[in-house]
């Protein structure tokens, strides 16, 4: 099993770029999140999905967009980067069971926008 | 408001040294929490998933307790080895959608 991959690993944007990020997990897990990772706020939550077809706001939504229309991806869009969404972004899985189970990490997205 | 805490931000120890970190959190109808490992640049490696039902966790030279009453958790490393230098991360889970509360992480160094 690969787990939790992520795509691309690193990434530069101008200010008003587009893009997406791609997590795949072959866990079958219904569970996924999209965090992101900054110096001294710690990770925060984006956005999570308990399902396919299915997503949520977390604590840091503004900005973000995404889908889940297969089980195994949870894309993460950005539609007009912003200098404040510089980050590292960090995908998740976990099994149902109203999180009773672990979540499991993929390696992350480095992301600079300029 | 949901919190989790963690004290200190960083610890350096010499090697063979057994030690405690400590993780506090707010409010006590926690469903879990989980302790995780993240080496510079990389991404974060689960260590121990303590369910609300339990009070402690093991695996091999790990153990992870948990007091809801108190709201803390401890995870103990015994015989600490350059190795183990990394940051440590708690985090609670408080709902049904499973959204991790981390704290802001132990940065450990173990010196040999």
């Known amino acids: 099993n690969a787990g939790v991959t992520q795509t691309p690993k690193f990434r530069v944007l101008k200010t008003g770029q587009s893009m997406t990020l791609l997590c795949a997990q072959d866990?079958?897990?219904?569970?996924m999140y999209w965090y992101r990772q900054d110096p001294g706020m710690g990770l925060r939550l984006i956005h999570y999905?308990?399902?396919?077809?299915?997503?949520a706001k977390g604590e840091v939504p503004d900005g973000y967009n995404v889908s889940r229309l297969k089980k195994q991806n949870f894309l993460l869009g950005l539609e007009s980067a912003a200098p404040s969404q510089t980050s590292v972004y960090f995908c998740?899985?976990?099994?149902?069971?109203?999180?009773?189970?672990?979540?499991?990490f993929g390696p992350g997205t480095r992301l600079t926008v300029l | 408001k949901q919190e989790v805490t963690q004290i200190p931000a960083a610890l350096s120890v010499p090697e063979g040294e057994n030690l405690v970190l400590n993780c506090s959190f707010t409010?006590?109808?926690?469903?879990?929490l989980q302790w995780f490992r993240q080496d510079p640049g990389k991404g974060l490696t689960s260590l121990l998933l303590?369910?609300?039902?339990?009070r402690e966790q093991t695996s091999g030279r790990l153990n992870a307790s948990l007091d809801k009453s108190s709201g803390r958790s401890t995870l103990y490393i015994a015989a600490s080895q350059p190795g183990d230098s990394a940051t440590y991360l708690c985090?609670?889970?408080?709902?049904?959608?499973?959204?991790?509360?981390f704290g802001q992480g132990t940065e450990l160094s173990v010196k040999p």
């Open positions: 998740a899985s976990s099994a149902a069971s109203g999180g009773y189970n672990e979540q499991f």
């Open positions: 303590i369910q609300s039902s339990q």
């Open positions: 866990m079958n897990h219904e569970y």
């Open positions: 999905s308990v399902g396919e077809g299915t997503t």
């Open positions: 985090a609670g889970i408080y709902n049904q959608g499973g959204k991790l509360i």
């Open positions: 409010d006590s109808a926690i469903y879990n």
